[in-house]
């Protein structure tokens, strides 16, 4: 496995009994690089990061973590130290506070920081005392956001980590992922529906669509060779099929994907 890299996905398949599933998923995260995973719901980014964490059981396929110049595979308990997860799911117990939290995490993680702990809730405006069952869905992301930056991982994976945070918020968030890969020996994986927020982030990005890598490319390239629209799904039906090379539905819209010389009709960038 090349030394720039930290993790290597290769032929990863995992398919459900409803006929779902992520199929021949290979992809590359070097050192210090932001990539961002893009679809539809149901695209299958979740399982895939799922699958990555160790979560799921893959069906076949490789993945491998490569942090200090040791390799791992997703089943190494001695990676769970390198990884801060952020899922859908927030695993913390109802009756829980983050005090509460915090003082499982220090027992749990070698690298706890409890100072760090303290700063995010406190600038996310996050009562430590609160228990959980009474947070907000935007709550629960920062507590998990706070959890996975305090134990010093070498990588971030990040399941749709900003919902339900206001613009405030959500800005001082970015801002510490952004702090987090700027050594460039740190990197970050994250998956969101909104393509404009994978534009502002990422470096590299992935679009998934139907359990398959559609698109693998840096976001230079991305903003050069493809552009993005987003249209009511009525004007979706009414342009020329031919100039679409992806398309995808979000709620009451469509996004579709054209290679940049070609003219899809003018109608609002995502």
């Known amino acids: 496995m090349d030394e720039n890299l930290v993790l290597k996905v290769e032929k990863l398949n995992k398919k459900y009994k409803s006929g779902k599933g992520i199929f021949d998923i290979g992809f590359e995260v070097p050192k210090g690089a932001i990539v961002g995973i893009v679809g539809a719901n149901g695209s299958g980014k979740s399982t895939l990061l799922s699958c990555i964490i160790g979560v799921k059981e893959k069906d076949n396929g490789k993945i491998t973590f490569k942090i200090d110049g040791k390799e791992y595979d997703e089943k190494n308990r001695k990676i769970l130290n390198e990884l801060g ?23 749990v993680y070698r690298n706890w920081e409890q100072k760090k702990f303290a700063y995010i809730l406190k600038a996310c405006e996050l009562d430590s005392g609160i228990k959980i069952q009474d947070y907000s869905t935007g709550m629960k992301s920062k507590l998990s956001i706070a959890v996975a930056l305090s134990h010093n991982p070498k990588i971030l994976v990040l399941d749709e980590a900003t919902n339900g945070m206001d613009v405030m918020t959500c800005g001082f968030i970015k801002k510490l992922f952004f702090e987090f890969v700027e050594d460039g020996e740190h990197s970050i994986i994250f998956t969101s529906h909104k393509i404009g927020e994978v534009e502002k982030m990422a470096d590299q990005i992935i679009l998934m669509q139907t359990g398959r890598i559609i698109i693998d490319c840096s976001k230079d390239d991305m903003l050069q060779n493809y552009t993005v629209f987003q249209m009511l799904e009525g004007k979706f039906e009414k342009i020329d099929k ?29």
Request: with cysteine.
């Open 85 to 107: 997860i952020v899922r859908c799911e927030q695993g913390f117990p109802e009756d829980f506070t983050a005090k509460t939290v915090s003082s499982i995490m220090k027992n």
């Open 242 to 270: 031919n100039d679409v090379l992806k398309a995808y539905k979000e709620g009451f819209y469509i996004n579709a994907v054209s290679y940049t010389h070609l003219t899809l009709p003018t109608i609002l960038r995502v």
